[in-house]
C-alpha cells in the first residue's frame, strides 16, 4: 500500500462526506501526473466557510493531526503517528477558486481524489516563488501538447506572472 493512502482515505472521506469544494495540489498532484515518486507532504487547497474551516480543523486534530502554526496562509500539520504531513491551504483567490473548479479526478490504490488540471498547476507553481522553475519547465514540456495555451496565457496575465509564464516556456523549449 502507497504510504499516502491511509491520508488520502481519511481525508476524502470527511471532504466527500461533508461536499467541501477542494482539491489535492503539490507533490501529490505533480506525482499523479508522473513528475515523482515521493510525497513528503499532502497540499490540500479546500473552499471553507469560517464554520466549516473549524469543523475540519476539529475532525483533523481528532484524527490525530497537530497543527505546526496558526491559520495564516497554509497551515502545516504533522500526524502524531507519522507518515505525510498536512499542507491545508484556504481557496481565497479566484486563481484558486478556478483550480478548484477545473479539479481533474485521479486514482491512486483505488481513491479517487481531485487534482487541479494541469493548466492551473503549472500557473500555481510559477506563482509559488518556492517552486523550482525547472520542475515546472518539465512538467510544461510533458504535457505542452494536451494544453489549453489560451487558459494558460490569460490567466497569466490575470494573475500577474506572464513574464515568468514566458520565461519558464522558454526553458521548457530549451
Not at 52 to 75: I, S, T
Not at 153 to 171: E, L, P, Q
Request: aromatic letters at 8%.
Amino acid at each position: 500500500m502507497d504510504p499516502v493512502s491511509p491520508l488520502l482515505r481519511t481525508l476524502c472521506r470527511y471532504l466527500d462526506g461533508n461536499e467541501l469544494f477542494h482539491a489535492f495540489t503539490g507533490e501529490l498532484a505533480l506525482r499523479m501526473l508522473g513528475m515523482g515518486t515521493e510525497v513528503g507532504t499532502v497540499e490540500l487547497t479546500v473552499n471553507l466557510t469560517p464554520e466549516e474551516r473549524a469543523k475540519l480543523l476539529n475532525f483533523l486534530e481528532q484524527e490525530g493531526f497537530v497543527m505546526e502554526d496558526r491559520w495564516r496562509g497554509p497551515v502545516p500539520m504533522r500526524h502524531r503517528g507519522g507518515g505525510p504531513g498536512l499542507r491545508l491551504r484556504l481557496a481565497g483567490s479566484s486563481a484558486d477558486m478556478a483550480a478548484i473548479g477545473r479539479r481533474v479526478p485521479v486514482t491512486l490504490d483505488f481513491q479517487t481524489f481531485f487534482i487541479p488540471s494541469t493548466e492551473d498547476l503549472i500557473l500555481g507553481l510559477i506563482q509559488d516563488d518556492e517552486a523550482p522553475m525547472e520542475m515546472t519547465a518539465r512538467l510544461y514540456a510533458k504535457w505542452k501538447n494536451y494544453l489549453d495555451m489560451e487558459y494558460l496565457v490569460a490567466s497569466a496575465r490575470s494573475r500577474g506572472i506572464y513574464d515568468r509564464f514566458i520565461r519558464m516556456k522558454r526553458d521548457a523549449e530549451k
